[in-house]
């Protein structure tokens, strides 16, 4: 009798009621989540993947790019298909300067061809076509000819929107010499 | 039935894409395969957008178009609206036309790239609608992109 008076009871009881699950509750959350999720739901064909601190400009386009060999650009290097490539040097100019201001460009060791190709990236774009195109040749996947698959030759670039243009021409120079032919420009969609 | 929502919900959640990202394609610039003569004589249209350092300018190297220049806003970022008018202006006088050489300077950042891309590309549902006949069955059908195949011209490095 003494055991149902005491605090330490009421208390016991108390909270056994406060962790009840509530079922129909729980179900309109679930279901609400569920609508949201269904609505805003887009399959992708592409495993892109971003940098942090990365800040893409955003596009009225409404093409969405399916899977290609990818390079993303940040003010301070390269990063081709998941490995860092290239860094970037400060320049001159931005000693002591906010990481907003900074700018930085390529280090002449890295250039090629009057200061048009990037030597790092082209290795990269040269050595990843041979690999699909060794891929292509020992796949079952034939032309009307009997022929290997031809190399699609598609580079998808993502750049931060400080890069400069000086910049993209170079990566497409060398993407050109290295056998690519046409370049995805990436960018978030703008709504509305 | 919860078995069920908590499953789905775990898969639309694990296969949803959060990163929007849309693309602009661009091919890298072909040598012309059409006689030098024959362009000449022909004088395409060749429409090239030169983004300067405080304008735009809209020409043509046949001079098929009147040259026009736009200059840059207050904030010294090109007027992308101006551009895109301009540009609707001369898809309305050469329909059949797909093609713009963009000329951008070094210092232009990738911000003002696809900016102005999309302002040379796209038609947005606001723009007045265009027609263009269908060369097979002869009927008028509504133009779905400005100048969809946007070159570089200048990727050796001049300007």
């Given at each position: 009798m003494a055991a149902y008076r005491s605090i330490r009871f009421r208390r016991g009881r108390r909270k056994h009621k406060e962790t009840e699950l509530q079922l129909t509750s729980m179900l309109d959350v679930l279901v609400i989540i569920l609508v949201f999720l269904l609505k805003s739901y887009s399959t992708s064909t592409n495993n892109f993947t971003t940098l942090p601190g990365l800040k893409l400009p955003l596009s009225a386009s409404q093409d969405i790019p399916p899977d290609s060999l990818h390079l993303i650009i940040t003010p301070e290097g390269m990063t081709f298909e998941n490995n860092r490539i290239v860094e970037f040097e400060l320049s001159?100019?931005?000693?002591?300067?906010s990481e907003e201001d900074a700018t930085y460009s390529l280090k002449?060791?890295?250039?090629a061809e009057d200061g048009r190709q990037i030597k790092p990236l082209y290795a990269a774009l040269t050595k990843a076509k041979d690999q699909a195109e060794l891929l292509r040749a020992k796949s079952k996947a034939r032309d009307a000819e009997g022929n290997p698959l031809p190399f699609d030759g598609i580079l998808a670039i993502q750049a931060d929107k400080r890069v400069h243009y000086d910049t993209i021409r170079k990566i497409m120079y060398t993407g050109a010499t290295a056998g690519f032919k046409t370049f995805r420009l990436l960018a978030m969609k703008r709504d509305g | 039935m919860l078995d069920a929502l908590v499953t789905l919900i775990g898969f639309l959640l694990f296969s949803m894409s959060f990163l929007a990202l849309v693309s602009v394609e661009t091919p890298m610039p072909q040598i012309s395969q059409e006689d030098v003569q024959k362009k000449i004589t022909e004088?395409?249209?060749?429409l090239t957008v030169s983004l300067r350092e405080k304008e735009t300018e809209i020409w043509s190297p046949f001079e098929r178009i009147k040259s026009q220049t736009i200059p840059h806003n207050d904030e010294g970022m090109p007027d992308t609206a101006g551009i895109h008018a301009a540009m609707i202006e001369i898809k309305r006088q050469f329909i059949q036309e797909n093609k713009v050489v963009f000329v951008p300077s070094a210092a232009t950042s990738y911000d003002i790239l696809i900016s102005v891309m999309d302002a040379l590309r796209v038609l947005e549902p606001t723009d007045p609608a265009l027609f263009k006949p269908?060369?097979?069955?002869?009927i008028d059908e509504p133009v779905k992109?400005?100048?969809?195949?946007v070159v570089f011209g200048n990727l050796l490095g001049e300007g």
């Open positions: 001159a100019g931005s000693l002591g300067a002449a060791a890295d250039l | 004088k395409p249209l060749q269908n060369e097979q069955t002869g992109a400005l100048f969809p195949e």
